[in-house]
């Protein structure tokens, strides 16, 4: 026998059994992965298939759990996974909204009729008579008509805000707020918890050092953790005695305010009187008892005597609200029979705007979009490029404006139907913020507003369909990019 030779073969079998051993461990966890993998590729495949609204988007989403293992699944959940719809609903459960008005449905016919339809069915408010709604252009004449309202308030002071900024205009107001609060008037004031971040001092603090009882709409913090630039409240709104409101685009601050020919911004407000306010101050309830809980007891409105205008309210929101907005828009402008002008400071479309707009053009109607030649967000302003060029191709009419920055939004149809208030058409608007917009059925407000829009559209610059290949690559690449991103914009 070879020396070594027994420890030798005794060796053998262990070493076997450790190879089958490793072998089999390999195995077993190749195995487990697999298993993983298949479970979570089978979970987020179901998942986007039953709440996918968009089958091709759908379809990439499953090719993407499956192809890519484990990772393309948690990129699912990172992005694929619609939460802020999910997290307003959460965050809002029980906060319905009341029956606002007194329930009176003012009569209409013909193409008022059709529209009526639809906003009955998608907002399930009355459409309200005898109001009356005035214009008012800039800062200039919004803030004093504002002002002057809070000053001579007796019961009531109910204010929402974007931003609000702590300069010399926005003093005044907490000023007029506080000596309000000091005379015992009941002021309540919203301010979203993210848009208060371009003031400094914070408005907040210093409303409630003046006496006024104000209040964040979900205000970022690390614990608990709430850190969304989703979920803002986007709304501006001011009633006063539940008698006179204020709604449009404007927030409160001096970049609203400025000289003839040297202003930073050019905007449009609305004063309101009438039945209309009740749905007005509804929604500004169901916020403030959102952000404070906070009830408000209802307000009783008087309609105006000889108000000329039908009007109701539209609130949209990531909650039970979404796409409200978008549907009484997309109905607004497929019975347009003869005009649809639109002034929005962003214009992102989703698929079903663009091919209501395309389809109108197509019909004969006169399709008209004014956007600034340059906005404060030249991201935007780049996406909206791209998003245009269909449109022009189908016939409808794009005019940029120069400076300054028109940050006004107006939808007006066929001279006798408009839509006012806080929303932009773009993505964070109609699907991440919340939002409030007025109909108007009143031809003569409506005229006026189709004339304003007509004015700016003359002093425009046309834009063109660009032939292919005529305009400068890295511009087009540019655009590109920046539309490929715009559902994040």
Same mark, same amino acid.
């Given at each position: 026998m070879r020396p070594g030779g027994t420890g030798e073969t005794a060796t053998q079998p262990g070493l076997q059994m450790a190879g089958v051993?490793?072998?089999?461990?390999?195995? *077993?966890r190749a &195995?487990?992965? !697999?298993?993983?993998y298949v479970a979570c590729a089978s979970v #987020? =495949? $179901? *998942? #986007?298939?039953? +709440?996918?609204?968009?089958?091709?988007? +759908? !379809? $990439?989403?499953? /090719? /993407?759990?499956w192809l890519f293992p484990l990772a393309g699944p948690a990129l699912y959940v990172l992005f694929g996974v619609n939460r802020v719809r999910t997290r307003a609903r959460q965050l809002r459960a029980g906060l319905t909204a009341r029956p606002a008005g007194d329930g009176s449905v003012a009569s209409t016919d013909g193409f008022a009729a059709q529209l009526r339809r639809i906003g009955d069915a998608v907002t399930h408010r009355p459409l309200l008579a005898d109001n009356s709604v005035r214009l008012l252009e800039n800062g200039e004449r919004a803030f004093p008509a504002m002002l002057a309202a809070i000053r001579q308030a007796r019961r009531s002071v109910w204010m929402t805000s974007y931003i609000f900024d702590t300069d010399a205009i926005g003093r005044q107001f907490i000023d007029a707020l506080g000596q309000a609060s000091a005379r015992g008037v009941q002021v309540r004031v919203l301010i979203d918890g993210v848009g208060e971040w371009y003031s400094w001092p914070h408005p907040v603090r210093l409303l409630r050092r003046a006496g006024v009882r104000a209040a964040r709409f979900l205000p970022?913090?690390?614990?608990?953790?709430?850190? &969304?630039?989703n979920l803002r409240n986007h709304r501006k709104l001011l009633l006063v005695d539940g008698e006179q409101g204020f709604v449009g685009g404007m927030n409160i601050g001096g970049r609203e305010v400025g000289k003839p020919n040297h202003r930073r911004m050019a905007d449009l407000h609305f004063e309101l009187h009438g039945a209309v306010i009740a749905q007005l101050a509804e929604a500004f309830g169901v916020d403030w008892s959102f952000a404070t809980g906070e009830s408000l007891a209802p307000i009783a409105c008087r309609p105006v005597p000889g108000g000329q205008s039908l009007c109701r309210v539209i609130t949209e929101g990531p909650d039970e609200d979404l796409d409200k907005l978008l549907f009484v828009i997309v109905g607004a402008i497929s019975i347009a029979h003869r005009q649809v002008l639109i002034m929005t400071?962003? !214009?992102?479309?989703?698929?079903? /705007? +663009? #091919? =209501?707009?395309? &389809? &109108? #053009?197509?019909?004969?109607?006169?399709v008209c979009l004014v956007l600034p030649e340059r906005?404060?967000?030249?991201?935007?302003d780049w996406a909206s490029r791209r998003w245009v060029q269909p449109l022009l191709q189908?016939?409808?009419?794009?005019?940029?404006?120069?400076?300054? !920055?028109?940050h006004s939004k107006l939808l007006v149809i066929d001279g006798s139907y408009a839509q006012i208030g806080s929303a932009n058409l773009d993505p964070r608007s109609l699907r991440l913020n919340f939002e409030i917009a007025v109909e108007i059925y009143d031809s003569a407000v409506c005229g006026e507003l189709a004339s304003y829009v007509l004015g700016a559209r003359a002093h425009a610059t046309t834009l063109a369909p660009e032939p292919t290949g005529r305009r400068h690559m890295g511009r087009r690449l540019r655009d590109s990019l920046f539309w490929l991103l715009s559902p994040y914009l």
């Open positions: 051993n490793l072998h089999g461990l390999m195995g *077993h &195995a487990l992965l !697999f298993g993983l #987020a =495949a $179901i *998942h #986007a298939l039953l +709440t996918k609204p968009d089958p091709r988007g +759908t !379809f $990439i989403w499953i /090719l /993407l759990c970022p913090r690390l614990l608990p953790p709430m850190l &969304a630039l400071p962003y !214009f992102i479309p989703p698929p079903e /705007l +663009t #091919a =209501a707009l395309q &389809a &109108a #053009a197509l019909r004969g109607v006169e906005s404060n967000l030249r991201y935007v189908r016939g409808v009419q794009v005019y940029l404006q120069p400076p300054p !920055f028109s």
